[in-house]
């Protein structure tokens, strides 16, 4: 079912729609929208109520339909405009106020819209509130003004117009006017005048004229430009001679009339020439009958052309001018007058003028604006159209080829245009060897290189996807020329990084061994045990796990552990029965560990032991023996087969036993006895009878060997055992199942696995390997760990970036075919197993097989035959007889393709090859009084390079009598020409360019400049340079007729950087201290420094040195003194003297040096500290058998740790035996002492070194290292002692002795690869130069190798020749055989070479074919304008001024516009007054240009001179000129006095007040006005008075003159105030404060008598008005 609907309105029909099935497809249009909808009708009932009614509100109702009501409101008014009520208007014209209508629905906006079309200028409204003003103030900013703009409702189907109010039912109707602002009115401003010309005559009266031309033209109502010329009389140097003709004649010719093509014979044959004498006007014409029928037919329509042309045939015409004869005061004469001159053609053949056609608009180009951007630039859109038809003969030029336009304004509807940022690939592995120089990279292990390195990546620009984008293609997207990203910071391409080295572990020393203990003292088990000794780890590299570091343990397998021991200490001895002899002590037991901590008894497994302890209390008759001494060292630290360790311990006696009832001279002297001898227990060798011996009741001494204890010791056998352990071996797993990571960020967890690595007992002495058991369970190391699985990555690859551009034209004949290329990016390489990356990143393909271009040519058509100037026309305007003369010859022409079929002649105009062939060529019928020729020869031959062909012709028959034929310069008779020639000179060009290595052969993304995959920065090069090919006439020619490339190329040599040598490291230096810590040195000295841009050295010290220090430390106790026991006292007794009391004693001693392994070994005495050798001798005391007997004294007490002022320090002694009864008192057992700064009290402090310098790994570069420093314990005198001292005193030692370090990396520089070379900066000529640039991407540091200095390379290009069409300058103008009147100026077009600037090389001619097709040009550019010259007298326009510059329209300095303009004037020159009234006016031209700048007016004033001045207006760059200042600020050019100067002898001075003339003083009133001039004294008397000046005024008596010539004036001639004035006002004024002062001091305020009357002080006041 369909249906059609058709409405109709005022406009006839609107619309029609037709639907099918339930589809609502049609539109529906009320007849109520169709009536005209009218507001504030007023309809009247009387004069004064009238009814108003407001707009028709929108239809309303329930549905869409004609269903709607549509109101609106009415009312009654008064004439005046108020309301009243609608009583007082006649309700039968009461309008109404419903009514029916169509109710648009929603779906209806979509068939119509509004189209505006874009604004108009800004239109300057000229009145205001319906009155004109003036512009009476200057305008400050801008002007108010008003813009239109078309509004209409459209059809948006078929984009037809209908009535507006069908838009207005969906929104409102966009307005069509806006406010908006003109700049101030600009008047004309001209600039100054230029010099008076010459008198017209050289005799008699004439005229003379100065000029000046426009620079502004008027604009937004300014003021129009004055009269550009001035003229005035002026008078010859001498008079006319009598008799000369008061008037001159010139032969004038006119302008050719328009190309008309010939008439009929029979209208011909009627018609006349007429030339009108009459009108003193100039446009005087050659009249002819007019034909409408054949005038020609212009075709201005040039967008509508939609039959193109098959063939351009043209037509001859002719053309005719007038010939006159004129007066010098420009009125016309009989041609008698000219008689004198030939008479010249006024008729000549042409050819009719053809306009320019085209085609129709070609469609409009997409939009470049496809997207919404941040900038919201407008995106524009272009079409085209092609010429169908070449211009000729002056027809109308072809229109624009191409539009412009803006689209896309706003883009709120488009999409978001994409974003691209910088991505980049994954990290490259470390490589340490980049850091080495080239010498050190052959030397080294390239495999065993640890420490500071340095990754590469690549960096790529990619599109930023969207969110619609799957998550797992976000990270990779295809690859994108870099220069979307420009503006973006690249990301960094080269880090630093770093490779573990292994076993950076620093150690500390070896403790002492320890006890036997089991191997674990929770489980002790079985009688085997471990004897240990330990080591820390001081420090470990961060990338180094402690247990890669060597072992800290070291054990030795022992008999009888025992994890913890009873330790004893027993109390004082009791006697059992008396007070001395057998008793008993108490002791008290605990448990403690190995270590020496106290711990539970219940740990100790064995017995406690008993409670008491038999001891011995001496008695006083006793021997006394001293306490054990401590056990000496081990002999050997273990046991052999053929020596085991040993230790003793000593005794000496203190006192022998005493005697009862022995003889004084019976003695035994056993005291003497040596060690080691044998007897009896009590002095065996004593020879003393029963009885003797019976008398003696104390306790004999023990015998020599009871005196000293040997034991053995270490007697563990030598073979000391450890753990070992291997290098972890790789994370495994026992399923085969690896998980897979495909994310480059790596968050995903891999799976766990085990490392497994061998753990062994080796023994110490041989190194190798024993069962486990040697070896402690508890310290063995672990075997197993777990471990991350490597995680397994597959190749990850950007996706292929777009293919590159195939070319959008036709393929020329004989092309190479082109490719498209694309490229993809490696992202993260495959590891662990991953899937490999794919071999091809890089894909090249040919183009889509393009057309060919379409091969077009001209065909050239036959001339036509000679056509002339109708014989008709040239009998009536010369009145020949011959139909002769010279004519034109025409051709047609038309375009053929491939297959010679006929095409559009707009295919050769495109693709023709070759200039447009010539269609006109001028012809002559011979006459027959024409001089007559041979035809040409044919050229002579050549001989050579710069030789001349020549050829020539001959006069025939009565031409050789004739004189004008045998003019030469009219009728040549030989031609010559230049031979050709193809030798030419090759001659370079320029300067070299740089010196250029040759390319990699796979370029890589990133080099480190002399790294591990280097770029050759240095050695053999070669350098360019341009060669000029020149011909025989010095004209350049392309350079492959000289060389195959273009340059001269040599060899070239950059180089190489030689980089810093240092020699190798010294061995290190002895440790400088011989007891504590100290440094040891290592040196490297300088052999050669760095040349050329190669590493720099380190920073080396005077000696050209570089050091490298670590601490040391010197065993203090490896050099000692060895001592053994004291022998036995011995006392010198004479005779029978008891055998007591003071003796002496010796020891040995001994320098010895213990070794690593602890045994000893002695050496010279002189290795040992001599101020710190023990004595060898010492007095002793043997107490006799009834002294008191003490022990030795023990140590002293330790003084403070500061050593205070006053403190002491003590020592004591005990009582071994009491002194027999009678005998002396026991001495003191307590010792005091007061502490000494460095004498008896001594304090410690830690002492710590310097760092010692960052050591590295033996195969590292840089990077993490250690430093460290020692610690010692310095006694306050400066020496040196053990570590445990300070230990003991407990000091705080919180030094760190151990850090990490970096060495910074030698990084070298890191560039770009070089970009491909650069187009040609100049496409011929001599000055092209092609660029490649690259950048830096890490600058060097440290001891890197510097960036060379060249980033930017250049190389000359090609030297081809340039080639120009040159447009000579106008010729003069040519008027042919005529004095003044219309003619012609031409200048030619030439085709010339030159080298690239025609300026500074000239031009040379070459042939046309090099410029290319040169009717074209000529069409483009005019090669001939009509002229005329002036005849005598001729009121005429001047040549055209020079353009003036170009300016801005600005507003407060700001540009209005940004296109500028420029003008030039001619102004009207005037001959003779006589012709004034037939003078044309002056005109101006204005044309864009750019680069304007903003001008500024301002007037200017010269200096008073006799009350005037000069006035002008400047602009702002200096120019004076008329107009562009406001008239009203213009400053007055005559100064004037008020009031006026009428008194006698009086002027106006140059300030502006009235002074008297020479000799006369003035005399001022009160008011400071002139009152009169009086005559000075002395001054010149003989001067009269004006009578006029004194006429009708009374004149001052004698008297009164005397006096005045005396009077004091104040004021003088100037005006001012004279000097004395001042003088007498201060001295005044100081007198006046003297009076008062003096009055103070005089009166007396006790007295109370009233102070005389004070006269009152008066200043006489002589009318000076500044008093």
């Not at 036995?1128 to 020891?1147: A, F, L, M, Y």
Request: glycine share 6%; with cysteine; charged share 20%.
């Amino acid at each position: 079912m369909g249906w059609t609907m058709t409405l109709k309105d005022d406009f006839g029909v609107i619309v029609w729609a037709r639907g099918t099935g339930k589809r609502l497809c049609f539109f529906v249009l009320c007849s109520v929208l169709l009536i005209h909808v009218r507001s504030d009708i007023v309809f009247h009932m009387d004069h004064q109520f009238t009814w108003k009614t407001g707009q028709w509100g929108h239809c309303m109702g329930e549905d869409c339909g004609s269903g709607g009501v549509q109101t609106r409101t009415v009312w009654c008014v008064h004439t005046e405009g108020w309301t009243t009520h609608r009583s007082h208007c006649n309700h039968m014209d009461k309008p109404e106020s419903r009514r029916h209508c169509f109710k648009v629905c929603d779906w209806h906006q979509d068939l119509f819209e509004w189209e505006l079309s874009a604004w108009e200028g800004c239109v300057l409204v000229p009145f205001f509130s319906n009155e004109l003003k003036l512009r009476t103030t200057e305008c400050i900013t801008a002007q108010h003004g008003i813009q239109r703009r078309k509004v209409q409702c459209l059809r948006t189907s078929n984009r037809t117009a209908v009535t507006s109010r069908i838009c207005d039912f969906f929104s409102q109707r966009p307005p069509v006017e806006q406010a908006c602002l003109i700049p101030c009115p600009q008047d004309c401003v001209v600039s100054d005048f230029t010099s008076w010309s010459g008198c017209s005559r050289t005799c008699g009266s004439g005229l003379q004229h100065r000029t000046r031309h426009v620079l502004t033209t008027p604009m937004y109502g300014g003021a129009n430009c004055p009269n550009l010329t001035k003229t005035r009389t002026c008078s010859g140097s001498v008079d006319c001679p009598a008799g000369e003709d008061e008037y001159q004649y010139s032969l004038k010719v006119g302008a050719w009339s328009e190309c008309r093509l010939p008439h009929h014979k029979d209208d011909l044959l009627n018609g006349r020439t007429i030339v009108d004498f009459s009108s003193n006007k100039e446009n005087n014409t050659v009249m002819l009958p007019r034909h409408d029928s054949l005038d020609r037919q212009h075709h201005h329509d040039h967008r509508h052309h939609r039959k193109y042309h098959m063939s351009w045939e043209l037509e001859v015409g002719y053309q005719t001018r007038q010939i006159r004869c004129t007066r010098s005061d420009g009125k016309n004469a009989m041609m008698s007058l000219c008689a004198k001159y030939n008479s010249p053609v006024t008729y000549q053949a042409c050819v009719m003028p053809k306009d320019c056609h085209t085609s129709d608009w070609l469609s409009w180009s997409p939009c470049s604006k496809t997207c919404r951007s941040t900038d919201l630039s407008p995106g524009y859109r272009l079409r085209s159209r092609v010429v169908t038809r070449i211009p000729l003969s002056g027809g109308n030029k072809c229109p624009v080829l191409e539009e412009k336009e803006a689209c896309n304004i706003i883009g709120d509807l488009l999409p978001s245009c994409p974003r691209y940022e910088w991505r980049t690939t994954d990290w490259n592995e470390c490589l340490v060897s980049s850091l080495l120089s080239k010498l050190d990279r052959r030397l080294a292990n390239i495999s065993s290189l640890c420490g500071g390195g340095v990754h590469t990546r690549k960096t790529y620009c990619a599109q930023v996807l969207d969110d619609s984008t799957p998550d797992h293609r976000k990270d990779v997207s295809r690859p994108v020329t870099a220069r979307l990203c420009a503006g973006q910071e690249a990301p960094p391409a080269v880090k630093n990084c770093s490779i573990p080295c292994q076993h950076r572990c620093l150690l500390s020393h070896w403790s002492s061994w320890g006890t036997c203990v089991h191997d674990s003292c929770e489980d002790p088990q079985g009688k085997k045990g471990f004897i240990q000794r330990r080591r820390e780890v001081l420090w470990a590299s961060s990338s180094s796990p402690l247990d890669v570091c060597p072992h800290l343990v070291e054990s030795i397998p022992c008999e009888d552990p025992a994890c913890y021991l009873w330790q004893i200490q027993q109390g004082e001895c009791t006697p059992n029965k008396s007070t001395c002899g057998p008793g008993t002590s108490v002791q008290s037991a605990k448990c403690i560990s190995a270590e020496g901590e106290d711990v539970p008894t219940t740990y100790c497994t064995e017995n406690p032991p008993p409670t008491q302890a038999p001891c011995e209390v001496v008695c006083p008759a006793d021997c006394v023996l001293s306490l054990w001494s401590s056990w000496s060292p081990c002999s050997h630290s273990c046991a052999s087969k053929t020596a085991e360790g040993r230790q003793s311990r000593t005794r000496t006696v203190l006192a022998l036993p005493g005697k009862v009832g022995l003889n004084a001279g019976v003695h035994c002297k056993c005291l003497s006895l040596s060690q080691g001898q044998t007897g009896n227990r009590m002095f065996p060798r004593c020879k003393v009878s029963r009885a003797q011996r019976e008398h003696i009741d104390g306790k004999e001494c023990p015998g020599a060997p009871a005196l000293e204890e040997w034991r053995v010791c270490n007697d563990h056998p030598c073979l000391v055992f450890y753990w070992e352990a291997s290098i972890w071996g790789p994370c495994i797993n026992d399923s085969a199942d690896y998980n897979r990571t495909y994310f480059r960020n790596g968050t995903a967890t891999c799976a766990m696995g085990v490392q497994i690595r061998k753990v062994t007992c080796m023994k110490m002495v041989n190194g190798g390997s024993v069962v486990s058991k040697r070896c402690p369970d508890s310290a063995r190391p672990v075997a197993i760990r777990p471990c991350v699985l490597p995680c397994v990555k597959d190749c990850i690859v950007t996706p292929f970036s777009e293919w590159t551009a195939c070319p959008s034209t036709c393929m020329p004949e004989n092309a190479t075919s082109a490719t498209q290329s694309r490229y993809r990016t490696i992202i993260q390489k495959s590891a662990n197993g991953g899937q490999e990356c794919p071999d091809t990143l890089y894909e090249e393909r040919d183009c889509e097989s393009l057309r060919s271009c379409p091969i077009y040519r001209w065909r050239i058509h036959k001339w036509h035959a000679c056509t002339l100037v109708p014989e008709s026309i040239q009998r009536s305007l010369s009145g020949k007889a011959e139909s002769c003369g010279n004519g034109l010859e025409t051709r047609g022409l038309s375009c053929v393709g491939e297959d010679d079929e006929a095409a559009n002649l707009t295919e050769c105009l495109r693709w023709a090859t070759g200039p447009l062939p010539t269609q006109i060529r001028a012809c002559r019928v011979p006459c027959k009084d024409d001089c007559t020729l041979t035809a040409w020869s044919k050229f002579s031959e050549c001989t050579g390079c710069g030789g001349f062909q020549s050829r020539k012709r001959s006069l025939t028959g009565r031409s050789k009598k004739k004189e004008h034929c045998l003019n030469e310069a009219l009728y040549p008779l030989e031609e010559k020409e230049p031979c050709p020639c193809e030798e030419y000179l090759s001659q370079p060009f320029g300067n070299w360019s740089d010196c250029i290595l040759r390319e990699p052969s796979t370029p890589g993304s990133l080099h480190i400049w002399m790294s591990h995959q280097e770029v050759k920065e240095c050695g053999q090069g070669l350098r360019y340079r341009a060669v000029a090919c020149i011909d025989q006439q010095e004209r350049l020619v392309q350079p492959t007729l000289c060389t195959e490339t273009g340059y001269t190329v040599e060899l070239c040599h950059i180089p190489c950087p030689l980089d810093c040598k240092l020699s190798d490291w010294s061995a290190w230096s002895p440790c400088s201290s011989s007891c504590g810590p100290g440094l040891k040195v290592r040196s490297k000295w300088l052999r050669e420094k760095a040349f050329n841009g190669g590493r720099p050295c380190p920073k080396l010290d005077l000696k050209n040195q570089v050091n490298e220090a670590v601490p040391c430390h010197s065993e203090c106790s490896k050099y000692q003194w060895k001592i053994e026991p004291w022998s036995i006292c011995t006392i010198n007794t004479v005779g029978d003297s008891p055998s007591c009391g003071e003796g002496v004693q010796s020891r040995k001693i001994r320098c010895v040096k213990t070794g690593t392994s602890g045994e000893v070994s002695t050496v010279e005495d002189s290795q040992c500290d001599q101020e710190e050798m023990p004595p060898r001798a010492q007095v002793c005391f043997l107490a006799c058998h009834n002294d008191c007997v003490l022990s030795p004294w023990e140590p002293w007490s330790n003084c403070p740790l500061q050593c205070d002022r006053g403190s002491e320090r003590n020592r004591s002694r005990h009582i071994l035996r009491l002194p027999a009864v009678g005998s002396a008192t026991c001495p003191e057992i307590v010792q005091s002492e007061s502490c000494i700064l460095n004498s008896s009290c001594f304090t410690y402090q830690y002492r710590v070194s310097e760092w010692s310098t960052c050591r590295l790994s033996e195969n590292a570069i840089c990077g993490g290292g250690v430093r460290q420093r020692l610690l010692d314990c310095s006694r306050s005198d400066g020496k040196i002692v053990d570590l445990q001292k300070c230990e003991q005193l407990g000091l705080i030692k919180d030094w760190k002795l151990v850090e990490s370090c970096v060495v910074d990396c030698p990084v070298s520089c890191v560039l770009s690869d070089w970009s491909p070379w650069g187009q040609c900066s100049h496409t011929c000529g001599s000055q092209g130069q092609s660029v490649r640039t690259r950048r830096t991407l890490r600058e060097a540091h440290e001891e890197g190798r510097p960036c060379p200095n060249q980033l930017i390379q250049t190389r000359p290009c090609p030297i081809s020749p340039c080639y120009m069409w040159l447009l000579s300058d106008w010729s003069p103008c040519a008027i042919e055989g005529a004095d003044c009147g219309e003619g012609l100026r031409r200048r030619n077009l030439s085709c010339v070479t030159h080298k690239g600037n025609p300026t500074v090389s000239p031009p040379l001619p070459v042939a046309e074919k090099f410029c290319g097709e040169k009717l074209r040009q000529e069409i483009q550019q005019d090669v001939e304008q009509p002229c005329f010259v002036p005849c005598q007298g001729d009121c005429h326009l001047a040549e055209w001024s020079s353009w003036s510059s170009c300016q801005l329209t600005c507003v407060e300095g700001r540009s209005f516009e940004s296109t500028g303009r420029q003008t030039r004037s001619r102004a009207v020159i005037i001959q003779v007054t006589e012709n004034q009234d037939s003078c044309p006016q002056q005109v101006f031209e204005t044309q864009p240009c750019k680069g304007g700048q903003c001008y500024s007016y301002q007037w200017r004033t010269g200096e008073w001179n006799n009350n005037e001045r000069a006035v002008w207006c400047q602009r702002s760059d200096g120019v004076i000129v008329t107009g562009g200042c406001f008239p009203q600020k213009r400053p007055s050019m005559i100064r004037h006095c008020h009031p006026p100067c009428t008194k006698p002898f009086s002027h106006c001075t140059s300030s502006g007040v009235c002074g008297c003339e020479k000799g006369y003083t003035e005399v001022m009133t009160t008011h400071g006005f002139l009152d009169y001039c009086t005559r000075t004294p002395g001054a010149d008397t003989n001067k009269k008075a004006d009578v006029k000046t004194n006429s009708g005024r009374l004149k001052p008596s004698r008297a009164r003159d005397r006096l005045t010539e005396w009077t004091l004036r104040p004021v003088g001639p100037d005006g001012g105030v004279k000097l004395w004035v001042y003088a007498v006002t201060v001295v005044g004024f100081i007198l006046i404060l003297f009076i008062i002062a003096f009055s103070f001091l005089v009166c007396k305020p006790a007295k109370m008598t009233t102070p005389p009357p004070q006269k009152p002080l008066t200043l006489a006041y002589d009318g000076d008005i500044d008093m």
